[in-house]
């Protein structure tokens, strides 16, 4: 299971930090991931981590501002959101699967519930 928090509103500029607890698994044996689905638009990956390495990987809209990471000993996973824009607002979810191949792909073995984050002035 797969449990978000840490979503809400904020000013364009603005920051947030969320936040993806696991239990019944390891997270650290799955890639990772965090996607997000805007009003009217489909969800789309945003950022990914590998499994082993924890190598990461940002799609371009949000390189350079968000920084996925992961407390393996917590197994926690993070997403630093900074220089937020209007065009982030999304609910925002986490998900897990086999490989990095497979996450990126979308094939997810488990989905959160998603968290909302809203940026506004």
């Known amino acids: 299971q797969l449990v978000e928090s840490g979503g809400g509103s904020v000013q364009p500029g603005g920051s947030l930090t969320l936040s993806c607890a696991a239990s019944?698994?390891?997270?650290?044996?799955?890639?990772n991931g965090w996607f997000r689905q805007a009003p009217g638009k489909e969800r789309e990956g945003i950022s990914y981590?590998?499994?082993?390495?924890?190598?990461?990987y940002y799609a371009d809209s949000v390189k350079g501002r968000f920084t996925i990471s992961r407390d393996n000993t917590k197994n926690i996973l993070y997403l630093t959101m900074t220089s937020l824009k209007p065009e982030d607002t999304a609910i925002y979810y986490c998900?897990?699967?086999?490989?990095?191949?497979?996450?990126?792909?979308?094939?997810?073995?488990?989905w959160g519930r998603g968290t909302e984050v809203s940026v506004s002035a």
């Open positions: 019944g698994f390891t997270l650290q044996n799955y890639a």
């Open positions: 981590i590998s499994k082993t390495d924890g190598i990461e």
């Open positions: 998900a897990a699967s086999a490989s990095l191949v497979e996450i990126v792909n979308s094939r997810v073995s488990a």
